[in-house]
């Protein structure tokens, strides 16, 4: 199942100016990998920004491409604490629409998050990233599929 998967990583804020030509280009990418590299299946780890928008274009593809299933990878139940309440209805707007939801752990603890991203990488063949800096969570996890050869598609 690892060949036919693809996770994502990216930042929490995406600026408003790049929004519509990063989807558009999400997009692109996300059909090119169904219908030319086989993939079927997509892990997000349910956090706002990269992570939601990834999950909306995978849902939008759906109809084109039944086959291809959504996978929440939650780092832990209470991921959503402190959220304002528009970001938590849009989290579990995109969780019941999830195929499968996987959680690591019932509450946060320091590391959950990194967990949560070596899983993702760990279980897919492809990760499909949204990078502007070489620091934070999103660098790490790009810089880890890349030690683990799993080959990274920067957007």
């Known amino acids: 199942m690892r060949d036919k998967t693809c996770c994502f990583t990216g930042h929490r804020v995406i600026p408003k100016s790049e929004m519509s030509s990063l989807r558009k280009n999400l ?15 997509f892990g997000y780890g349910g956090a706002l ?3 939601m928008l990834c999950a909306e274009c995978v849902l939008e593809l759906k109809g084109e491409f039944p086959h291809v299933r959504l996978i929440l990878v939650a780092p832990c139940a209470d991921q959503c604490k402190g959220w304002q309440e528009n970001e938590v209805l849009r989290y ?8 499968k939801v996987v959680c690591l752990a ?20 492809v990760c499909v990233c949204y990078k502007r800096k070489d620091t934070g969570g999103t660098a790490y996890t790009v810089r880890y599929a890349e030690s683990v050869g799993v080959r990274v598609i920067a957007l």
């Open 27 to 41: 997009t692109s990418t996300l059909r090119s990998l169904i219908s030319e590299g086989g993939i079927q299946y």
């Open 49 to 51: 920004g990269f992570d």
């Open 92 to 99: 579990e707007r995109l969780k019941a629409q999830a195929d």
């Open 106 to 125: 019932q509450k946060y603890y320091n590391g959950c998050m990194q967990k949560r991203n070596r899983y993702l990488v760990d279980n897919s063949s």
